[in-house]
């Protein structure tokens, strides 16, 4: 079997640079779609280094011509595409307070990256899945789907749209074996958010978790693993919460 061809969205810092680390190490051939090109070849830099295989592809996914370009790429360089981690969004660049204050174009933006970028995202990969009949979609929700976060509206909004977009598309795209599965992690520690305020929300986010620390990307790398991998041929559907048992389901 050829070597499996990972997309991974956002790959250039935070959880997408962990992801792309992680499946890199499985075996994977890794392409980071990242806005940020700097970003990105550093991680394909830091992957190629160490003996794996990976590719940089500056993307905008909230561009359909982009994301065409950058699909059309990665055939050509690969011949296939098999796994999609669709984590590009927006976080820490996001206006936060009372939802009176969040603006229609604030709301609509947060509306574009995190959701209709990943529909324009997975819409472009699926024919390619298709000809192969496997492929393994991953979103990314969060947590905050499941319990709200004041001041955060537009933010929690996109993370639940996520979950309900997974469900739905499992069903249009199980007949060809392709999976479709959500990951919610809880509040993780990256180089994206930092600061005093940050840390105060953490000292109260940590003392609600079962396992009391900070969550970190490196937690929620086995899971992206498994859903990416053949031991979940039968999992579909489904939204994982990787969050210390801060929330159950």
């Not at 499996?4 to 640079?17: E, H, M, P, S, Y």
């Not at 830099?45 to 950058?70: L, P, R």
């Not at 995202?121 to 947590?143: C, F, L, P, Q």
Request: include cysteine; aromatic fraction near 6%.
């Amino acid at each position: 079997m050829s070597q499996r061809v990972a997309i991974i969205t956002g790959g250039g810092r935070g959880l997408g640079r962990a992801f792309a680390k992680r499946l890199a190490e499985d075996g994977k051939t890794v392409i980071i779609a990242e806005i940020d090109q700097e970003n990105a070849l550093k991680v394909k830099e830091e992957i190629i280094s160490n003996g794996y295989k990976a590719y940089a592809i500056k993307t905008d996914v909230t561009d359909e011509f982009s994301v065409k370009q950058m699909v059309e790429e990665v055939c050509a360089a690969c011949g296939r595409i098999d796994i999609l981690v669709n984590n590009a969004a927006l976080l820490g660049t996001l206006k936060r307070g009372p939802f009176e204050e969040i603006t229609v174009d604030e709301f609509e933006l947060a509306m574009r990256v995190n959701v209709t970028g990943s529909f324009i995202v997975t819409k472009a990969v699926i024919e390619v899945m298709r000809k192969t009949s496997w492929g393994r979609i991953i979103n990314m929700s969060s947590d905050t789907a499941l319990n709200g976060n004041p001041g955060f509206l537009h933010y929690v909004t996109t993370k639940g749209a996520i979950v309900s977009m997974t469900r739905a598309l499992a069903r249009e795209v199980g007949p060809n074996n392709i999976t479709v599965n959500a990951i919610q992690p809880g509040l993780t520690e990256t180089e994206v958010e930092r600061g005093e305020e940050r840390k105060e929300l953490a000292k109260k986010v940590i003392s609600a978790q079962c396992i009391p620390r900070q969550e970190i990307p490196d937690d929620l790398v086995g899971a992206i693993s498994f859903l990416a991998s053949e031991d979940s041929d039968f999992i579909t559907g489904q939204t994982i919460a990787v969050n210390g048992g801060i929330s159950f389901r």
